[in-house]
T-cell receptor, first 115, second 114 residues
Framework: KAGVTQTPRYLIKTRGQQVTLSCSPI?????VSWYQQTPGQGLQFLFE???????NKGNFPGRFSGRQFSNSRSEMNVSTLELGDSALYLC??????????????FGEGSRLTVL | AQSVTQLGSHVSVSEGALVLLRCNYS??????LFWYVQYPNQGLQLLLK??????LVKGINGFEAEFKKSETSFHLTKPSAHMSDAAEYFC????????????FGKGTKLTVNP
């Protein structure tokens, strides 16, 4: 079955712009999580959605937001981009709920460069 | 609060040698523990996980890890390194019940020399 799909894979933006990243989870998975990966900070949790509700949130400013649709697809948005937002943004899906095993399945990521 | 410490940001071994990547965790609840691998320009792939039961966990590609509660460790080993093992390895912990929020270590980049 198809894995986690993230689009776009690469994008370049300038400071002050906004960006929307998309994630399609594995079929049947209802939980989608987002992580930011940078050389300096490593992998940091952004937020997690389950059945269209944000269930967990990391320690990021309000410029970072997300949502999940009824088909479990998720988007994250970063507004007023800063140079420090340059990173690989990883989406991960899982079953969530009572059948959760803790295992996350990751997409290949969206690499954002802010100039 | 949970945290993960990976000792050694870079580890270099010769092909055929033992691979040992160290991970210590801190968790106030019984943890779920994971090792993920990341190849260049790719996402993370699960190598193995510990939830409950047997403390020696076998994963893919010949890797295994042992959960030692007394030492709060979950070190990753492979008896004989292969060139294809060169990648970055991340240890991660989540809370009881496998909350989707994973806390990752900083990662260890493994180099395998011919």
């Amino acid at each position: 079955k198809a894995g986690v799909t993230q689009t776009p894979r690469y994008l370049i933006k300038t400071r002050g712009q906004q960006v929307t990243l998309s994630c399609s989870p594995i079929s049947g998975h209802r939980s989608v999580s987002w992580y930011q990966q940078t050389p300096g900070q490593g992998l940091q949790f952004l937020f997690e959605y389950f059945s269209e509700t944000q269930r967990n949130k990391g320690n990021f400013p309000g410029r970072f937001s997300g949502r999940q649709f009824s088909n479990s697809r998720s988007e994250m948005n970063v507004s007023t981009l800063e140079l420090g937002d340059s990173a690989l943004y990883l989406c991960a899906s899982s079953f969530g709920g009572s059948s959760n095993t803790g295992e996350l399945f990751f997409g290949e990521g969206s690499r954002l460069t802010v100039l | 609060a949970q945290s993960v410490t990976q000792l050694g940001s870079h580890v270099s071994v010769s092909e055929g040698a033992l691979v040992l990547l160290r991970c210590n965790y801190s968790s106030s609840v019984p943890p779920y523990l994971f090792w993920y691998v990341q190849y260049p320009n790719q996402g993370l792939q699960l190598l193995l996980k510990y939830t409950t039961g047997a403390t020696l966990v076998k994963g893919i590609n010949g890797f295994e890890a042992e959960f030692k509660k007394s030492e709060t460790s979950f070190h990753l080993t492979k008896p004989s390194a292969h060139m294809s093992d060169a990648a970055e390895y991340f240890c991660a912990v989540s809370g009881w019940g496998g909350s989707e929020k994973l806390v990752f270590g900083k990662g260890t980049k493994l180099t395998v020399n011919p």
